[in-house]
């Protein structure tokens, strides 16, 4: 099996970090799919609110839609396990 050179380990994230998940960051960040956790909009360091003149996008929240909240998922599965809309 040939070994890495000093320049192809620092290539793929292996030499010299002193951090050995680095490489494992670089994957897991590179790329992907994964859905990320909202966040609230700031302005200025201070919250936003949501625009109430504006019913289908909330300001309040980056990216336009609320977090579903634990009570909305609960309610989801009781409509689900009965069968209701």
Do not use: C
């Not at 000093?6 to 998940?21: C, E, F, P, T, V």
């Not at 109430?52 to 689900?80: L, Y």
């Amino acid at each position: 099996m040939p070994t890495l050179d000093q320049k192809q380990r620092q290539d793929i994230g292996l030499a010299g970090s002193g951090n050995m998940w680095t490489w494992l960051s670089k994957i897991l960040s590179s790329g992907g799919d994964a859905p990320t956790e909202p966040k609230r909009a700031r302005d200025k360091g201070k919250f936003k609110a949501d625009d109430k003149s504006t019913p289908d996008v909330n300001e309040a929240w980056e990216g336009g839609k609320a977090p579903i909240t634990a009570k909305q998922k609960r309610i989801a599965a009781k409509k689900a396990l009965l069968g209701k809309k």
